[in-house]
């Protein structure tokens, strides 16, 4: 079974502060996505990676950024939290960016 | 602009009874369109997944989704509910026109009342 690992389940943050997140996939997977899953809006694509120091913008980078140094892991960066940040985060990858993506258990964010 | 529309945002079903979900996707040219579902407390994963052949395709647990091209639909159905179907159900669609970003829906909220 693939397993995609997010570091954190929950997470509180003041505003100001630079926040990780971090995601962690053990299936070689070329490709791997942040998402925010807000309620009514479903998961809106922040960032995603289609190889190694390689990432693209999605619908909605402003505030984010992204690091990929390996192939397993993807992480999420904000580097200035605001409360309007506060929203479930989601990682996921695949073997191509058109297949099947695989989520981990996602990272709950309050930013204060 | 590539966006998917799902046309129940809550749905309250007793169990038993059928279930058809809404889906229609709007993205250029050739389509890949997929059913997530999220149990509650658990891991967003996949139910079913459409890339070419049948347009009937059938999933975990009993669901089915059927591609009509000519209405850009992806409807989700199950004959029978489960209370164990209560879940938030997401349609997704990505292709090669959009660099096979994958575009969802904004989800809808499955209740099954016992």
């Known amino acids: 079974d693939v397993k995609v690992t997010q570091s954190s389940r929950y997470l509180v943050k003041r505003t100001g502060e630079k926040v990780f997140l971090e995601c962690v996939q053990d299936?070689?997977?070329?490709?791997m996505f942040w998402y925010r899953q807000d309620p009514g809006l479903g998961l809106r694509l922040i960032y995603f990676?289609?190889?190694?120091?390689?990432?693209e913008k999605g619908d909605i980078p402003e505030g984010y950024s992204v690091s990929r140094e390996k192939k397993e892991r993807f992480s999420l960066i904000l580097e200035s939290a605001s409360t309007n940040q506060t929203s479930m985060y989601l990682c996921?990858?695949?073997?191509?960016?058109?297949?099947?993506?695989?989520f981990g258990a996602g990272t709950r964010l309050s930013v204060l | 602009a590539q966006s998917v529309s799902q046309h129940n945002h809550h749905v309250i079903l007793s169990e038993a009874a059928s279930l058809e979900l809404g889906c229609n996707y709007s993205?250029?040219?050739?389509?890949?369109l997929f059913w997530y579902v999220q149990y509650p407390g658990q891991h967003l994963q996949l139910l079913l997944k459409?890339?070419?052949?049948?347009?009937l395709v059938k999933g975990i647990k009993g669901f089915e989704a059927e591609f009509i091209k000519s209405k850009f639909s992806f409807n989700l159905r199950k004959p029978s509910v489960q209370w164990s179907d209560t879940a938030e159900y997401f349609c997704?669609?990505?292709?090669?026109?959009?660099?096979?970003?994958?575009?969802f829906g904004a989800g809808t909220r499955l209740f099954v009342k016992a």
């Open positions: 996921a990858s695949s073997f191509q960016p058109a297949n099947i993506q695989y």
């Open positions: 299936m070689d997977h070329e490709n």
């Open positions: 990676s289609y190889d190694v120091k390689m990432k």
């Open positions: 993205y250029g040219g050739t389509v890949n």
């Open positions: 459409y890339f070419s052949g049948d347009p």
């Open positions: 997704a669609v990505n292709g090669r026109e959009g660099g096979f970003k994958t575009i």
